[in-house]
């Protein structure tokens, strides 16, 4: 495996479930066994978790499972003639490859964008940065209104800080949620104190001496700030993939395996661009928990022979503040929005339909909702319209 992220921790146990009894190893450019990145952006800013809480498995575990896990060495190319990966330590043959190389965040490429206290968020080196850089920021700006700029600006508020977030688009995680969920986090995080703007893209980013000191805006006005964070968007880890003569297009390409055009090499996770048949078959590129897990199954059971399809329901979390947004199923092709519960009392969800067809549901602290909608998605049922805006209807009583 080339990476050791989600996805391949969860290839390591699924192979040996699946009885899968060769020889594993596990490549990974960090220097520290794989951890949850889910906390980086939530707890682990506010100092609840410290960093013994963040490994995914203890060592232990990986010899348990005689998995050879090769930490600090990156794979810089693949022969799929050969079957070899190479580091440059050394050289390596495969049966089965998977390549679970994740995704870097997008670089912002404006002036000012290398100062010092100008973060990005991906790993735990990047949280630390940002963690320190909280100890002693007045002001924190950050560019990007998605779920990690908002799991982000959480974090700095409750600690005190003066935030603002910016935003090209209209609304706050416009790629992801229905627009009712959006302006309720909207009002939700401005009532908390903070600063959130759209329709605003920075131009450039000022520094005295080095370090961060102004953001600035189209109109050349200029806000101040000790740290800035970017949270943009990611890339997918394609080099690797691309050098080896693989297809890629917004991701590596797969199949319904999670097989890349190698039939030796599979791909899963975050670089994966995959057919869902939760957006109609359409390819897609997921970066979630669940779909690097889920994912990883199915690569374990074409490894082990016995391939089954990739057709697991998405879902997705975000925790913002006391909030928690809970999200299921694919709504990019939904023509209409369905409230169940009360917007004004924080506890509702929002269903998404295609016409008649349940698409997705979003969920806002309503753990409930979002299980009976997982529900609902895997058994392909979609309720009325009228059933999901009556709260004393039981959607249990659907299943
Ligand atoms: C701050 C943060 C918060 C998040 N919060 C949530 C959340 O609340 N809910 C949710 O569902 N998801 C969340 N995610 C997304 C989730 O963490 C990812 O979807 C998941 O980690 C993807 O797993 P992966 O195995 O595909 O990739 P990754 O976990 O990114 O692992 C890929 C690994 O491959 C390594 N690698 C790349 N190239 C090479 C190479 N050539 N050689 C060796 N190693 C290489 C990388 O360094 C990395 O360690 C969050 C992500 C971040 C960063």
Not at 34 to 41: A, E, N, Q, T, V
Not at 53 to 78: C, G, Q
Not at 147 to 170: H, N, P
């Amino acid at each position: 495996m080339v990476g050791a992220g989600q996805a391949a921790v969860q290839l390591c146990l699924a192979l040996r479930k699946e009885k899968f009894d060769g020889p594993v190893t596990v490549f990974s450019e960090e220097n520290q066994y794989p951890y949850h990145r889910p906390p980086l952006s939530k707890s682990y800013l506010l100092g609840k978790d410290d960093s013994s809480k963040l490994p995914m498995r203890p060592e232990s575990f990986y010899a348990a499972k005689n998995v050879a896990m090769r930490l600090n060495e990156k794979i810089t190319r693949v022969d799929p003639a050969s079957r070899t990966v190479f580091s440059e330590a050394g050289e390596y043959h495969y049966d089965h490859l998977l390549l679970a190389t994740g995704a870097r965040p997008r670089p912002l490429p404006i002036n000012g964008s290398d100062l010092s206290g100008v973060c990005e968020l991906r790993d735990v080196d990047h949280a630390n940065a940002i963690a320190q850089g909280l100890r002693t920021a007045k002001s924190v700006v950050i560019i990007g209104a998605g779920f990690i700029g908002l799991e982000v600006a959480s974090a700095a508020r409750a600690m005190g800080k003066e935030v603002t977030v910016l935003d090209m688009a209209d609304r706050v995680m416009a790629r992801a949620v229905a627009p009712q969920v959006s302006t309720w986090f909207e009002q939700t995080h401005r009532a908390a104190g903070i600063d959130i703007r759209l329709g605003q893209r920075v131009t450039a980013i000022h520094g005295v001496d080095g370090a961060v000191a102004e953001v600035e805006l189209p109109d050349g006005s200029r806000m101040e700030a000790q740290l800035v964070i970017i949270g943009v968007g990611v890339i997918p880890n394609t080099g690797l993939a691309e050098q080896a003569g693989l297809a890629c297009d917004n991701g590596i390409v797969v199949n319904e395996f999670c097989r890349t055009s190698d039939e030796a090499i599979f791909a899963a996770g975050d670089c994966a661009n995959h057919p869902n048949p939760f957006a109609g078959g359409r390819a897609v590129r997921l970066e979630s928990i669940q779909n690097a897990t889920d994912q990883a199954r199915v690569v374990a059971a074409g490894v082990a022979g016995n391939s089954k399809p990739y057709n697991s329901v998405p879902w997705f979390w975000s925790d913002q503040g006391a909030h928690s947004l809970q999200m299921t199923g694919l709504s990019f092709d939904a023509d209409n929005h369905v409230i169940r519960g009360n917007m004004d009392s924080g506890v509702f969800s929002v269903f998404h339909f295609k016409s008649e067809k349940l698409l997705a549901v979003d969920s806002i602290n309503m753990p409930r909702d979002h299980m009976l909608a997982r529900k609902l998605l895997t058994a392909g049922i979609s309720p009325a319209q009228e059933q999901v805006e009556d709260p004393g209807f039981e959607l249990k009583s659907l299943i």
